[in-house]
């Protein structure tokens, strides 16, 4: 997959810019504070979906402005495809090749890249919420169905503990409906780990193949 050009509107400390890339290694070089990293951040926005560094939509309009616009342009191994996201006084709007998207799930799996950036350490040196939420980002990408089960998780979180919470406070949950839930979350959690362990085999037999590669023949493995 390739990046052919990015393009932004009142967008964080960009006023105007259109960037066209071309094939291979691209650098963006220029002083402190001129757009770099928000470059970065419009680009894999449409990868992820919102912003890498929890921004909400507000926070990343230019002062002043009344919203701002991202388009990016990319080919794939077949053909070219654009994407848009436009936010303007508190609407949002993505687009694909011109088409609207109503569903942030529709615009996932579609453009796809990584990015690594210094808060990425935590990976490492952080707790296991990080290297989750590293995996959820990553399958997401690489398969859109991986997201419906993961909202389907995470609503039957929320109502299941909900109702525990309620139990806490001395009143009596409907146990057929707290049972119902709990079978729910077990199944959508069944489906999370067979996605996240497919997924970990797969990148860590790459990594033991690019660490051989550079340090001379070193291991790693990941589980």
Known sequence: MELTYFKAHDYRNIGECNISFAPGVNLLLGENAQGKTNVMEGIYLFSRGKSHRGASDREMVRFGASGFSLE??????RE?????YVFYNGDSRRTRDGIRLERITEMLGNFRSVLFCPD???LVKGGPEERRRFLD????GADSAYIKYYSSYKHALEQRNALLRRASRGEAPDQNELLCWSHLLA???????????RYCDDISRYASLYLGEISGGEKLSLR
């Open 137 to 140: 980002i990553g399958i997401s």
């Open 120 to 122: 990425h350490l935590t």
């Open 187 to 197: 199944e959508y959690a069944s489906y999370l780990y067979i996605y996240r362990s």
């Open 72 to 77: 990016i342009g990319y080919k794939n191994e």
């Open 80 to 84: 070219a495809h654009s994407l848009g």
